[in-house]
């Protein structure tokens, strides 16, 4: 993990408790429960799953209704709008559907580094006599242009127009028409062919040499023959079709299941109902069937040979590319900026907007925004100061003056290190914590940890002003110090405590990386970030809230009997306290 | 650290507390012929001193709570083309290349010669040790033009950062040692990672989490961008680092440095 130390996790339980299971039978649910009450023990952070349900505080939703925290994984999203995140346009969700997520105006990242590529100028020694501009596209921070390619514009707008009319090395692409009429062209060509020579003449060699005479077919020629060929298909199976005339229906139930007759074998199911008649494939090149060559292999060979391996790809700059197929650099494109969209998101279970941003592009702010840190308490962790709290640090801006900040990186096995539990309260009523952990971190490298003050109290979020106002300050007790003498912690004592924070103390012995060599007996059984210092700790809180009170801001008017009812809540959370120091 | 001997009383400590703006706007300027040059430190330092309470000129608001902290050891040029909104922190051995300014003239209304902004920086906003904040420039003709940057409220730049960007809105946060390059656009509520190399002339989508080498979108920041927890002011006091969160408001940041 790239963050730095320290940090807290919060663990979504979602799909280790199915609550988001409601459509299930009851059998299933009340089976799912006695399997989480079997598996109710430690929360190990270094299990793999464990990814997918650890999140920062702020990127966690909160649902009032199921009185639950919302993760990626148990929201549902919604698309509001699509937007270019280069030029910042709003994309129609038609457009999106004819033209993809990409932009289509003059968006492209570079297809080398992915850096957004810039529209340049080629300087124009002959402007005056009458030679047009020319202008290419440019990436600034790997400097790789389209003049690599062979690939310029004449104008330095709707690029993306012009580049789909132009194929590396400067060649026209045909439109879509001019394909259509390339390929009856061609067709008919064949077809007048096979009947004036007879059947039995080597004819076929003829038409052999005069397609390879021409170009392999591109990626775009194939799909558009096979595209063509299956809409003749389908035309001919259902010749009236008064909804889509002349439309390729691709999506339409029945031609999907005619073209999947085509992959299943018959005897599978024996239905009743008539079957549609399958559908012939592609056979020849115009209908869209590509024969394999193995001599494109050997070119491919031969020209690695001859221009090493830098000419070639690497797989991530393939699967940018919207062939995947390409093998040379020579053959890349410029990368059409994909879209970015603006979502709201449900709830799984209940279905309650939990987020909604506003629908203009240029604005940041929510209509809903549910958010977990408003309900949830927040735990951080800190090494505690040897001495007296120290100025507050910011990150790099520690000046020599300031104390040495303490190294999260260089933990020191079995060295017993103390850290603060700070918990801070977003809730308007005083809540009582729990706090528990094993005794030792899960993992290979074992760290025994201590609680030194395991339940405590957090004041109510309460406006600052009545804190002020009300002139009896809370009394300051059950603070713990350290022993002088033996530079122990008193337990059971809070720390230091505020309006709505609390913190305590938190021993922790962390464990040794050398002991692993001998007990795996081999060389290192140690992976990476087994080092780490995670420590998982259950929180458990209790408070009494009214139990409207996620109304209170609509309803006020009927809220003043103020009925009470008393909650709870729980979750695992994971604080990083640093990183142990190799020996 | 050997201070320069000042003609002023200086305040204690590393920053100089300076009132709203370091950029004396719509007002007569006492060292004019120094300003728009490469001002070595000492001038740069003394300028400074004008602003502070004690030497109060008449047309500057006596607001301290608003001032900037100014650190002692930044290299700040062209100052006057500098403007700062206030409670803004502007760390040791930061650079600010106020002295690339536009140069073309706009034509102002009063006939008076405007001083050209080559550099403001919003609210709250942090700049840390060692960034370089430098305009962006163009070659034309042969001929190197700045463009103004603007930088908005509660930003925070991380240290040892380069910030060439053309625009950077409120509530973004840049991480340590970050290249942001030539007129870069950061949008509102954006992070980037440490180490990461923005290039040039990219935008940078509001609500983005970008990073590496060139800089790419890695992610989205949560809803609970630049929300501390609780509500408001006062959660986690006593405790530095809890008081603000990145993207957040910066004021207790700017508050606790001294
Ligand atoms: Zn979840
Ligand atoms: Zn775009
Ligand atoms: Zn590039
Ligand atoms: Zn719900």
Redesign the interface.
Known sequence: M?QSFPYTYYACDCFDSNTTTSTKRASQVVAAAAATEDEEQTFDPQNPRSNYAL???????YCEDCQQIRCPRCVLEETLNW?C????FEVPSSVVKSDGNRCTRNCFNCPI????L?VNLLENADADQGTPDRHILI????HWSTLETGVEFEKHTGVYAQLARIANGGKHIPTSKERDKERERRKELEARQRDSKNPLSPSSETAAVETEAREPPSRDDLFSNLAAFYKSQLEAQTPANPFSPGEMNFSSPSAYSRIMNLYSTNTAKKQKRVKPTPMREAASELEGLVIYDPASDSAAIERIKRDGWNSTLSPTQKLAQTNPHLQFADELRPIPTLL?TKRSKRCRSCRHIL?KPESKITS?R?KI?L????HI??L?I?ALPPTN?P???????S?A?QPQPFNYNTLRSGIPTHFLL?L???LFDPIRVTLATSSTTPGKVQSRVTILCPQFDVGA?TD?WD?ALSSSPAPMARRSTINAETGQIEAGKIW?K????T?VAIEVVPGFLADLKNVSGEEDGLDEDDDLLEIPIFVRLEFEADVHAEERGLSDSRGSKAERESREQAFWTVVGAGRIAGR | MSRPAARKVAPKGEYIETVRNLHLDQHPKPQDSNISKTLPFLTTFSLLLVTSPIVQPPFLIPFQDSGNKVSRRSAITGTANITLGGRTVIMADVQLRGDLHPTRSAPSQSGKDVTPTSISIGRCTVISTGSVVKPPSRISRGVVHYYPMKIGDNVFVGPNSTIQAISISSHVHIGANVVVGPFAIIKENVKILPRAVVPANMVIASGSVVGGQPARVVGEVGEGWGVSGGGGLGVGAGWGEDKWVEGGDLRELVRSIR
């Open positions: 790239a999140y920062p505080l702020e990127h966690l939703l937007y995140p280069s030029c910042l580094c992915i850096s957004p810039v990436c600034p921070y790997c970015c987020s940041t929510y925004k958010l977990a840190l408003n308490p927040r951080s800190r709290p100025i507050p640090s910011i990150p790099g801006g000046t003056s700070h801070s309260n977003p979020n600052v804190d230091d505020g309006r709505n924070w913190s």
